[in-house]
């Protein structure tokens, strides 16, 4: 990617700053650490799950720009939604990523988070972006199998 | 200041629209054509299994491995060939030496005593000799600037079997007291390893002068390839150790249940050889030799100076370790506060600087100095004054690219 202003967007910074969703949860029914080893990103992700529905979401811990908005994006995105339609959303994410999914209409659900397509031009940068999704997708699919 | 530019043709390469500034020494460093020439008139022309064969390629594959290891030997002044072991890289070495070393000569009650700074490959593979032996690993924590303590040093007691540690810390950037901790380990009765990844590429090291039992490094950080690094140790020592690997040549008689084993150094090196990693390690210490010790240190030192005056000027930046150029080597990691290390070496990447993020492998003390990451650049001998101007230059950028006012 030549021009940074367009990895480190508005969209991508404001999320960076943002503390609104990071905090720990006063009552979860579900808890996942995400790290990437080799670079130290570290979050720890809570939902409280309540008849299907992600009542409230949080992560703690820290990491590069990219890992904490791409965090703060996702929670906003999935709060309030089912843990179905979550789930959906994160492997469209994730599609979006692998670039198996490019066309900006199919993308449009993912709201903000569209802003981190461009990461896939980025290979270093790509599992910064992933991390705080694939925990997520990690923690439900653990909780089913309990 | 050295002239050696037109020595590495990677240095021509041009990044996102900018000249590649290489930063990241420490990680790895690039190679000369005397090098790559030399590995490719190997396999151009002498490429054999060495040690193995009666025809010419063999032969002189041998004879090239053979001179490597003498190389090696006159350059960190062993007292005998057969005390250079070939390995991949440093960590293999260490790994060598706590398994066929330590979990065969520790027990419960001894203790390994250690820098909090060290690199993984110096630390994880104490940590399996404790677990197997019952030993315990014992820290050395260091003063806020990276200096050691009394305390640290009385920590080498009588219950000691092992002080092992970098010569030059790959975070801190710090020579250590290296003569000081070897005596004081000899003086307890315990074994001296010394982990030169970081050293031997920027400095004399002389294992007799040290007096260390083992010392360990690292091939391609000095501009040889990657997977060939060196283990020295003492003749006594090593041989009075289990091999490591098994298999190839590292064998006398083999029997259909019982093997002896070869003599040093061939004990230690099983499987085919990595004849053009010797190759290209001998022709970097030749390189080396040629340019002489005084030069390389003293344009290394040039470039510490530039950095740290500059760094000083970048707000919101802070240096691990010690701010003093006359204690501080090629190596300067750092934090800028707000910006994580990787945005903040993405962010240089994009005006060609090629820096390194992220933990150093030393995690434990990233954790107890409460910089569970921070940024590192690493000099070698083509690095310039105008490249530690730039790098200053673009570094003061990064905040306001991370929306900041400074």
């Known amino acids: ?146 | 200041m050295l002239n050696v530019r037109k020595d590495f043709p990677i240095l021509t390469k041009v990044h996102n629209g900018h000249p590649l500034v290489y930063l990241d020494n420490a990680a790895t460093t690039q190679k000369p054509y005397q090098v790559i020439h030399a590995i490719v008139d190997l396999l151009e022309h002498h490429n054999g299994n060495p040690h193995r064969g009666a025809h010419i390629l063999s032969v002189e594959a041998s004879v090239a491995y053979d001179e490597a290891r003498e190389a090696v030997c006159r350059f960190i002044n062993a007292a005998h060939t057969e005390e250079v072991i070939f390995v991949r890289n440093a960590t293999e070495g260490m790994n060598l030496i706590t398994r066929s070393y330590a979990e065969t000569h520790l027990k419960k009650g001894d203790k390994i005593v250690i820098p909090i700074s060290e690199h993984h490959a110096n630390l994880v593979t104490w940590q399996r000799v404790c677990r197997v032996t019952g030993a315990e690993l014992v820290y050395m924590y260091l003063d806020e600037t990276g200096h050691f303590t009394e305390d640290d040093f009385a920590k080498i007691d009588g219950k000691t079997k092992i002080v092992s540690f970098a010569g030059i810390s790959n975070v801190l950037g710090m020579k250590v007291p290296a003569k000081k901790l070897i005596e004081k380990a000899h003086a307890v009765g315990a074994v001296a390893i010394y982990d030169g990844a970081q050293s031997v590429p920027h400095m004399k090291v002389d294992v007799q002068d040290l007096d260390c039992d083992f010392m360990v490094f690292s091939g391609h950080k000095m501009m040889g390839s990657a997977g060939t690094g060196v283990i020295y140790g003492k003749r006594d020592l090593l041989n009075d150790m289990e091999p490591f690997l098994l298999g190839g040549d590292m064998i006398e008689y083999v029997q259909e249940q019982t093997t002896t084993f070869n003599v040093l150094p061939f004990k230690f090196e099983a499987g085919t050889e990595n004849v053009e990693g010797a190759v290209a390690l001998h022709a970097a210490i030749d390189y080396l030799n040629t340019l002489g010790w005084d030069a390389i240190e003293a344009h290394e030192h040039e470039l510490v100076v530039r950095a740290l005056a500059g760094m000083k000027n970048v707000p919101h930046l802070h240096i691990i370790g010690s701010t003093d150029p006359d204690e501080k080597t090629g190596v300067i990691a750092f934090t800028l506060d707000g910006v994580h290390p990787h945005d903040v070496a993405t962010i240089l990447d994009s005006y060609g600087i090629a820096i390194r993020s992220g933990h150093h492998c030393a995690q434990p003390f990233g954790a107890h100095i409460h910089a569970e990451a921070s940024n590192r650049i690493s000099f070698y001998i083509y690095n310039t004054v105008d490249e530690v101007d730039y790098f200053i230059e673009k570094l003061k950028l990064v905040r306001k690219q991370m929306g900041y006012a400074d």
């Not at chain 1, 939604?81 to 198996?100: C, G, Q, T, Y």
């Open chain 1, 1 to 146: 990617m030549e021009n940074m202003s367009e990895l480190y967007s508005d969209i991508i910074l404001e999320h960076n700053q943002c503390q609104e969703n990071k905090h720990t949860l006063p009552t979860c029914t579900l808890e996942e650490r995400g790290h990437n080893p080799s670079c130290g990103d570290d979050i720890t992700l809570q939902a409280d799950i309540e008849d299907g529905m992600i009542k409230d979401a949080a992560y703690t811990g820290h990491g590069c720009a990219i890992s904490q908005a791409s965090a703060d994006i996702m929670i906003d995105l999935i709060k309030g939604k089912s843990v179905e339609e979550a789930l959906r959303l994160v492997d469209l994410f994730l599609e979006m990523i692998k670039r198996e999914v490019t066309d900006d209409d199919a993308l449009e659900d993912l709201e903000d988070a569209i802003a981190l397509k461009n990461i896939s031009n980025m290979p270093a940068r790509v599992k910064c972006a992933v991390l705080a999704w694939h925990t997520l997708k990690d923690a439900i699919e653990k909780g089913r199998n309990k």
